[in-house]
Structure formats: structure tokens, C-alpha cells
């Protein structure tokens, strides 16, 4: 009598038990690494447009109060709500040292003997609302005169990637005075965090010092 091979139905069950098993482990491991991957993606986008913001900001600042080939009083420092001056204003104000606005100004086109500022030769960035209510960080531009030119005037255009949310802006000013001078320079340090708009837990802040050259006297 031929013995009869192959596998019980008891041994095929176990056997097709190991195998879903292992299959759902594969897919499990899968779906981690995916979600991983793609977090870390998402994270890698975000830190990347905050760079981009940050660099932007970082080259303008420093410009404050630039002149280009003063000889005298330098035109290019902005008076502030109180009267006084600086080549950094923050919150509208020369003294003030911690806000979310930032204004200033420089000499864009290096007009020799220049005496006064023009429209185009204005910058600022606040933080502010796009017309969905989505926090932004905005840029000063202007367009008839500088009339408008203050933190809380309408003429500022929105500078952030659509797919960010801003969550913080601020801008801290610290004075660095020479020993029997009175000239200021000026460090600004910005922070900036951030998140994406389809997934608020990925978030990010970028921090940064600025120093503006372009002493305050």
C-alpha cells in the first residue's frame, strides 16, 4: 500500500497562519515607514521655507540705516511715534525693544548725495492675516507715498509659502554702545516658529541675530 504525501489540514492551517501573520507584519512595518518617511519629508519642507524666510529677512535687516555715501546726518534712519530715531524701528517705535513688526530703511539703489528717503527705499515685515484668516508673515510694499508706511496701515503684501501657518514673529532689539561714544549699533534677533496648515503637530522655529552696522548718533 503507497503512503499518501503531503500536508494535513491541521499543518495548512498553521502554515497559512504564519504567513498572514508575517504578511500583516511586513505591512505594518510598511505603513511605519511610510508615515515616517513622509513626516520626515513634510518636516524637511517646513524647516526649508522657514530657511528661505529667515535668509530673505536676515539681508534686509542687516541694510537698516544704510546710506551709501553720507557725509553728514544719514536720511535713511526712520523717525518713530515718539519723535525720536533709529535705524531700526519696532512696533512703530525707535526705544521699543521686543514686537512683531519690524520697520526700516536703506538707500536701495545707492542714489549718491542722497538727503532724503524715497517710497521705494521703506521695508518692514509684521505679522498679519491673509484674506482666509491664516496667520502670514507680511512684507512692507508700498504704493502711492509713505503716508502709509506704519505696522498698522493696509499696505503690506503676504511673503509666506501657502502652505505654512504662522504661529509666532518677533523681533528683540539689543543696543551695543561703545565706551565713549554715542554711537549705538544695534543686534535685532528674530524668531519665527511655524506649522503646516494640513498638519498643525509638524512645526518648526527658526532663530536668528541680525547686527546693522549702521550705527544710531
Given at each position: 500500500m503507497r503512503?499518501?504525501?503531503?500536508?494535513t489540514?491541521?499543518?495548512?492551517?498553521?502554515?497559512?497562519t504564519?504567513s498572514?501573520?508575517?504578511i500583516?507584519?511586513?505591512?505594518a512595518?510598511?505603513?511605519?515607514n511610510?508615515e515616517?518617511g513622509?513626516?520626515?519629508l513634510?518636516?524637511?519642507?517646513?524647516?526649508?521655507?522657514?530657511?528661505i524666510?529667515?535668509?530673505t529677512?536676515?539681508?534686509?535687516?542687516?541694510?537698516?540705516?544704510?546710506?551709501y555715501d553720507?557725509?553728514?546726518?544719514?536720511p535713511?534712519?526712520a523717525?518713530?511715534?515718539?519723535?525720536d530715531?533709529?535705524?531700526?524701528l519696532?512696533?512703530?517705535?525707535?526705544?521699543?525693544?521686543?514686537?512683531s513688526?519690524?520697520?526700516?530703511?536703506y538707500?536701495?539703489?545707492?542714489?549718491?548725495g542722497?538727503?532724503?528717503?524715497?517710497?521705494?527705499d521703506a521695508?518692514?515685515?509684521?505679522k498679519?492675516t491673509?484674506?482666509n484668516g491664516?496667520?502670514?508673515?507680511?512684507?512692507y510694499?508700498n504704493?502711492?507715498?509713505?503716508?502709509?508706511w506704519s505696522?498698522?496701515?493696509?499696505?503690506?503684501k503676504?511673503?509666506t509659502?501657502?502652505?505654512?501657518?504662522i504661529?509666532s514673529?518677533?523681533?528683540?532689539?539689543?543696543?551695543?554702545?561703545?565706551?565713549g561714544?554715542t554711537?549705538?549699533a544695534?543686534?535685532?534677533?528674530?524668531?519665527?516658529?511655524?506649522?503646516?496648515k494640513?498638519?498643525?503637530?509638524?512645526?518648526?522655529t527658526?532663530?536668528?541675530?541680525v547686527?546693522?552696522?549702521?550705527v544710531?548718533?
Amino acid at each position: 500500500m503507497r503512503r499518501a504525501r503531503g500536508y494535513t489540514l491541521v499543518e495548512m492551517m498553521v502554515g497559512m497562519t504564519v504567513s498572514l501573520i508575517v504578511i500583516a507584519s511586513s505591512l505594518a512595518l510598511f505603513t511605519i515607514n511610510t508615515e515616517f518617511g513622509t513626516k520626515q519629508l513634510q518636516n524637511d519642507f517646513l524647516r526649508t521655507q522657514l530657511n528661505i524666510i529667515a535668509d530673505t529677512m536676515k539681508n534686509e535687516i542687516a541694510r537698516a540705516g544704510f546710506c551709501y555715501d553720507c557725509t553728514s546726518v544719514n536720511p535713511f534712519r526712520a523717525e518713530g511715534k515718539l519723535g525720536d530715531f533709529s535705524s531700526i524701528l519696532i512696533s512703530d517705535g525707535a526705544t521699543e525693544t521686543e514686537g512683531s513688526c519690524i520697520r526700516f530703511l536703506y538707500n536701495h539703489d545707492k542714489r549718491a548725495g542722497a538727503s532724503t528717503y524715497g517710497k521705494d527705499d521703506a521695508k518692514g515685515y509684521r505679522k498679519g492675516t491673509d484674506a482666509n484668516g491664516d496667520n502670514v508673515i507680511e512684507i512692507y510694499e508700498n504704493w502711492r507715498g509713505l503716508g502709509n508706511w506704519s505696522c498698522d496701515s493696509s499696505h503690506w503684501k503676504d511673503m509666506t509659502f501657502d502652505r505654512l501657518s504662522i504661529e509666532s514673529l518677533s523681533f528683540k532689539r539689543s543696543l551695543l554702545q561703545s565706551v565713549g561714544s554715542t554711537n549705538k549699533a544695534q543686534t535685532v534677533e528674530v524668531t519665527i516658529t511655524a506649522s503646516l496648515k494640513s498638519d498643525s503637530s509638524i512645526s518648526d522655529t527658526v532663530n536668528f541675530t541680525v547686527t546693522v552696522p549702521n550705527v544710531d548718533g
